[in-house]
């Protein structure tokens, strides 16, 4: 089993920014070579915007987070960080990470993960952005 804990969310202001953090443990598969960020906001389909592949550090983006939002690789062998910049209140939503690999997590980026058959969501970190 693998375990996804999320962290970094809260409350900020419009402009302002935040880091989250994911840390993915446990029984790692062998095929995992990508950490992705997802966010869901109630009412709509869970959507994938960032992902980066551990092996080299390529990173992809979604359109609505591009030129905002930077994904990068943690401290350890499969965490991820996303540094989000210029936060609109469009970006409220419960923020999820996933280890995987690159051959599902990249077919999400920009699009609907309902369809995504992933068994270790962790909790999520809460972004809110208002004044």
């Known amino acids: 089993e693998v375990q996804l804990v999320e962290s970094g969310g809260g409350l900020v202001q419009p402009g302002g920014s935040l880091r989250l953090s994911c840390e993915a443990s446990?029984?790692?598969?062998?095929?995992?070579?990508?950490m992705g960020w997802f966010r869901h906001v109630q009412g709509k389909e869970r959507e994938g915007i960032a992902a980066?592949?551990?092996?080299?550090?390529?990173?992809y983006y979604a359109d609505s987070v591009k030129d905002r939002f930077t994904i990068s690789q943690g401290n350890t062998e499969n965490s991820a960080w996303l540094q989000m910049n210029s936060l609109k209140p469009e970006d409220t939503a419960m923020y999820y990470c996933?280890?995987?690999?690159?051959?599902?997590?990249?077919?999400?980026?920009?699009?609907?993960?309902?369809?995504?058959?992933?068994?270790?969501w962790g909790q999520g970190t809460q972004v809110t952005v208002s004044s």
């Open positions: 980066i592949y551990l092996g080299g550090g390529t990173t």
């Open positions: 996933a280890a995987d690999s690159c051959t599902k997590i990249l077919l999400l980026i920009g699009r609907s993960a309902q369809a995504y058959d992933y068994n270790y």
């Open positions: 446990g029984n790692i598969h062998a095929s995992t070579d990508c």
